[in-house]
């Protein structure tokens, strides 16, 4: 009577599977490619050759008639969001993980009331605990698009940022807005116009349940240094001689803290403040009467890179619309091979002790 190696309902054991595996490699040396891939193409790794050509035929061509079902997408691997076990290096919590530099068009609010369309660079970012391998990134980047069509503000920030922490079940949450706004310029004389263009950001983060909103601006700015101003005077007095004092580009990037509770601080009222602290703006359009107004202004307004630190924090601290704040300035010398900077912050916000790498480097006016 025959009688079955195994039982139905009991698992093989391990000589049982080690005789099926020496069948099934004689069976394999003797069989051709085609039957090999009939039966399975992974016989083929059981070879001591690894039998290379007996990889199936693969179509060269694109299926663009192939459409995606949800059985098929329910087959996919998702290593992103794999098993704790796939984790690499230290099982610690990333504080932010997510995308930059993601571009798309953004409505903005204007202080007279128009709207405007910017193309808008975002950097969003959520919290990742210890025991998850990653996130789907591109939830971020859905959760803009499902509000691209509305006038942006902080309140749609917020809404962008629910949506995100929500879908990628995350506990601290940041978002980024980085773009330029243009507003109309008069010349200082000759009654030309033209646009000047300003570096800003949006910033939104929420630590710990703690949300706190934020604003940037580089502001681009003349300086000429007061010393070398006086000793240029002093030269024409003493000895007739002529003598220019030294001025240069400068940069200073203010950052603040916006009071939710307060009325909206338009982005045209912190660049009035900028003007208000420090006047020697760089010019849009420029005939001669300008320029020579522009020298006019320089040189009633002198300032040293404390200086300017100093007058616009004076700005910042006035404004009941700003909380904690930082000022950042960066004189980038004509006279030295080497920058002036100076950092002035109010507040715990912007305290840190430690200096980015390239944060004064970052303050190069790119025109």
């Excluded at 997510?98 to 409505?107: C, K, T, W």
């Excluded at 971020?140 to 629910?162: C, G, H, K, N, Q």
């Excluded at 939104?204 to 700015?221: F, I, N, P, S």
Aim: one cysteine or more; glycine letters at 4%; proline letters at 5%.
């Amino acid at each position: 009577m025959n009688r079955p190696m195994t039982a139905p309902d009991r698992e093989p054991n391990r000589n049982e599977a080690k005789r099926a595996l020496e069948l099934l490699r004689k069976w394999a040396d003797s069989a051709s490619d085609a039957e090999l891939v009939d039966l399975d193409p992974l016989v083929a790794r059981l070879l001591p050759q690894g039998a290379p050509n007996s990889y199936p035929a693969l179509s060269r061509l694109y299926p663009s008639d192939f459409r995606v079902d949800e059985s098929y997408k329910a087959s996919m691997p998702d290593l992103q969001n794999g098993p704790e076990s796939l984790i690499r290096g230290a099982k610690r919590q990333i504080q932010h993980v997510g995308i930059s530099n993601f571009r798309l068009p953004i409505r903005f609010h204007r202080r007279e009331g128009a709207e405007l369309a910017l193309e808008t660079s975002v950097t969003g970012t959520v919290s990742l605990d210890a025991e998850k391998k990653g996130i789907n990134m591109s939830r971020i980047m859905r959760s803009f698009y499902a509000s691209a069509e509305r006038t942006f503000s902080f309140e749609v920030i917020e809404d962008a940022l629910e949506s995100y922490k929500r879908d990628l079940e995350s506990f601290d949450a940041r978002i980024l807005m980085r773009f330029s706004f243009p507003m109309m310029v008069d010349s200082l004389r000759s009654g030309l116009r033209g646009y000047q263009y300003y570096d800003m950001a949006l910033e939104m983060t929420e630590q710990a349940g703690q949300r706190l909103k934020v604003m940037h601006l580089d502001y681009v700015y003349s300086s000429t240094c007061p010393c070398s101003l006086e000793l240029a005077e002093h030269a024409r007095k003493e000895r007739g001689q002529m003598a220019t004092p030294h001025s240069q580009r400068s940069v200073a990037r203010l950052s603040m803290v916006v009071d939710p509770s307060a009325s909206c601080l338009w982005f045209e009222d912190l660049v009035e403040m900028c003007r208000r602290a420090v006047p020697t703006e760089t010019q849009v359009m420029v005939k001669r009467e300008d320029e020579q107004a522009f020298a006019e202004l320089n040189a009633a307004n002198p300032i040293f890179v404390e200086d300017a630190a100093r007058l616009f924090a004076e700005q910042l601290h006035a404004d009941p619309r700003v909380g904690d704040f930082r000022v950042v300035a960066s004189h980038q010398e004509s006279l030295h091979s080497h920058d002036a900077v100076s950092v002035l912050t109010e507040g715990e916000t912007f305290s840190g002790a430690s200096l980015e790498p390239h944060l004064f480097s970052s303050l190069v006016h790119g025109g």
